[in-house]
Nanobody, 112 residues
Framework: QVQLVESGGGLVQPGGSLRLSCAAS????????MGWYRQAPGKTRELVAI???????VYADSVKGRFTISGGNGRNTVNLQMNSLKPEDTAVYYC??????WGKGTLVTVSS
């Protein structure tokens, strides 16, 4: 059973930046893909970004050019650098591993 622990959420003003981190434990194997999803109040959970072994990435259109995912690639850690944050980025952000394991989430609030 893979355990994922997120950190780095908080309150930030519009236009600001935050960096989320996630560390995986409980496995001796390299994870093939790690990523971030988010769920805003009253909405379904959605993909934010994924990074796969080898470094290929996928981003939601809404965050392209503002967010950068890094890590993965066998290190079993993943980070999400979020710049130019908007109020609509407010959500609970969840770390995911191989499409199966989930962290408990970290709250990001973008508000003035």
């Amino acid at each position: 059973q893979v355990q994922l622990v997120e950190s780095g959420g908080g309150l930030v003003q519009p236009g600001g930046s935050l960096r989320l981190s996630c560390a995986a434990s409980g496995t001796r194997f390299r994870l093939n893909a790690m990523g971030w999803y988010r769920q805003a109040p009253g909405k379904t959970r959605e993909l934010v970004a994924i990074i796969r072994t080898g470094g290929s990435t996928v981003y939601a259109d809404s965050v392209k050019g503002r967010f950068t995912i890094s890590g993965g690639n066998g290190r079993n850690t993943v980070n999400l650098q979020m710049n130019s944050l908007k109020p609509e980025d407010t959500a609970v952000y969840y770390c995911n591993a191989d499409g199966q394991s989930w962290g408990k989430g970290t709250l990001v609030t973008v508000s003035s």
